[in-house]
């Protein structure tokens, strides 16, 4: 795997034994999985296999498996398709403030579509407050939609107890797992969860795949109309070596996880160490209740993109924690919604581990940093002990 690759959050490797069960459906077993003659049969079984796999992960039945392209079309599936089903129930719904796009995008778009939805705050480390779940559900409530933890600051919610508050209210839960799911096992035998996301990518499978757990007995009007595949929920033909990969990489992951965990946490904990080690630095989410591969910092008086770049000059790759467009630096919505000062939110460096990172990786990390940051403040318009300028902000080419 590639040395100095800390960005496993916005692409991970595939796992090669995940390649190996895929590559037959890349060739020889090209039916499609609806037809009736045995080139296509084998694909059913495949599919099928796969799907007993991703539920078995949840502790769920196959049957409350539903595959999709990823994780925005689950997320999508969820919270659209339970918004039309019950909009003659109510059209409240609850979610926060530091949902991944592909939750507030389609929320915004209910808003739009008349709906009301209450986007909760969260607090300095990045926490939902279940107590404030419980107030914001009101009479007309249909939906709870809660991240099982933050892909930027790896803040692991405490969506159990916001599961059960839904719960006793009967509105029901949906939660986005995709950060949380190759590191914390997902049991829907005890967690009382009607609605989870899965993507196939952030548990070492191929992108382009992914899956919606619907709770038996929960109805959801589906948002992609055609052939029917996938019980009616999910038309189109399937992406059966997709599909295929994704199930190894649940099994593999079922199997290893432990292990995963025991080995990257460590390491994340002694990049995290080092990093704040480094003068006017600061950890973005919470040191305890964190995701075991993700360390995030902040840096004052420095932009996140110049050091991405001086990073990937080094070898190393990483993530600031602002989107990066054509005209306009962003600062992450994440940090900002945590209480992260604008100016402070674009020194911000994410870096996240997986199954293949090694302790070489970490070292080139800790190696690289310090002159790469020293270098960035001298050239700093932001140089400690200047007062933040919104002038000198915007003319360097940021919003405010
Ligand atoms: N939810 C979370 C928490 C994510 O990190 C991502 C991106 N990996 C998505 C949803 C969307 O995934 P995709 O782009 O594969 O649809």
Known sequence: MTKGFLDYQSGAPVDPRVVEAMLPFLTEHHGNPAVLHSVGDTC???????????ASFLSAEPSEIVFTSGATESNNLALKGTALRLRKKGSHIVSTEIEHRS??????????????????????EGFVDPAAVREAMRDDTILVSVQMANNEVGTIEPVGEIASLA????????????????????????????LVTLSSNDIYGPKGVGALYIRKGVRVEPVMH????????????ENVPGIVGFGRAVEI??????DDVSRVRPMRNRLIDGMLAMPD??????????????????????????????????GIQAASGSACSAKT?????VQLAMGVKHEEAHGSLQLSLGRWSTEEDVEMVLEALPPIVER??????????????????????HED
Do not use: C
């Not at 055609?226 to 033909?237: D, H, M, V």
């Not at 630095?281 to 995701?291: A, C, D, F, S, V």
């Open 226 to 237: 055609g052939g029917g595949q996938e019980n009616g929920l999910r038309s189109g033909t």
């Open 253 to 258: 992951a079922e199997a290893e996880m432990d």
């Open 44 to 54: 059913q079984q495949a599919v099928d296999a796969a799907r007993e796999r991703v």
């Open 103 to 124: 939750v507030i995008t389609p929320l915004k778009y209910l808003q739009r579509e008349g709906f009301e939805v209450t986007f909760l705050p969260v607090d300095g």
């Open 281 to 314: 630095t600061t950890l973005n989410g919470p040191r305890e209740r964190r995701l075991p591969g993700n360390a995030n910092v902040r840096f004052a008086y420095i932009e996140g993109e110049s050091l991405i770049l001086s990073l990937d000059m080094e």
């Open 329 to 333: 630096l962003e600062p992450s919505y």
């Open 376 to 397: 960035l403040r001298e050239m700093s318009a932001f140089k400690p002990g200047m007062e933040y300028d919104k002038e000198e902000f915007r003319k360097h080419g």
């Open 167 to 194: 719960r006793e209210r009967r509105v029901l839960f949906h939660t986005d797992a995709v950060a949380a799911e190759a590191w914390i096992p997902i049991d829907l035998k005890t967690l009382p969860f009607d």
